[in-house]
């Protein structure tokens, strides 16, 4: 089936450092999530792209937090600064076009911020 | 604010017996998900079932939907040592323009052989 690919699949990071979480979604999705997942915890939406633009995001996704799309590349997600209470697993998503289309996840980044 | 919630934190079952997976969620939703996720693996879909529809069926898999009473439930027959993974209902909420999914906890399903 189609693939989100995730990049990397582990980070450790000293906190107040920059961070920028990589994702490779199906070819042909327009829409774009990250949701983070703290261990043992159920996965939260962060926030959702779209034609270049923030469609909707959480409270969960801070003023440090912002994504981009360059020219059709990686769909990525930027940490600056991180914080303690950043570490979790991110995982990218990606859909066709519409709320109601099947989101297709990758495996998931772990942030450890020390 | 809406919560999707699985009924149950763990289930084992032994392999060929049927499992069942309850969820639950508090407000009016366009569709509901299940996702399966291994361990070190991101969720994988299994069914999408629309507010619409009443049950929805994928090879071994079958999802219900009610939405008088709010709840779910992902039901597999002939289960496989294959099928041990943690199973997540997952929401569209009505209004909803996003595609925003709110997850439950997750219910863990052991198949043992």
């Known amino acids: 089936g189609p693939k989100v690919l995730q990049i990397p699949s582990h980070q450790i990071i000293d906190m107040g450092q920059m961070v920028t979480l990589n994702c490779d979604p199906v070819?042909?999705?327009?829409?774009f999530y990250w949701y983070k997942q703290i261990l043992g915890q159920q996965m939260e939406f962060l926030v959702n792209?779209?034609?270049?633009?923030?469609?909707?995001k959480s409270k969960l996704f801070k003023d440090q937090f912002s994504v981009e799309r360059p020219d059709g590349s990686y769909f990525t997600l930027k940490i600056q600064p991180t914080a303690l209470e950043d570490s979790a697993v991110y995982f990218c998503a990606s859909s066709l076009p519409g709320g109601l289309y099947e989101q297709y996840f990758g495996p998931g980044t772990r942030l450890t911020v020390l | 604010s809406q919560l999707a919630e699985e009924n149950l934190w763990a289930l084992s079952v032994h392999e060929g017996e049927s499992v069942t997976v309850n969820c639950s969620y508090k407000?009016?939703?366009?569709?509901l998900q299940w996702y399966r996720q291994k361990s070190g693996e991101g969720p994988a879909q299994l069914i999408l079932?629309?507010?619409?529809?009443r049950e929805k069926r994928n090879g071994r898999l079958r999802a219900t939907l009610d939405t008088s009473s709010q709840s779910s439930s992902l039901s597999i027959t002939a289960t496989r040592c294959e099928d041990t993974a943690v199973y997540f209902c997952?929401?569209?909420?009505?209004?909803?323009?996003?595609?925003?999914?709110?997850f439950g906890e997750g219910t863990q399903v052991t198949v043992i052989s």
């Open positions: 997952a929401t569209y909420h009505t209004g909803g323009l996003s595609g925003k999914l709110t």
């Open positions: 792209f779209y034609n270049g633009k923030v469609m909707e």
């Open positions: 070819s042909n999705h327009l829409y």
């Open positions: 407000t009016s939703i366009t569709a």
């Open positions: 079932i629309r507010s619409n529809e």
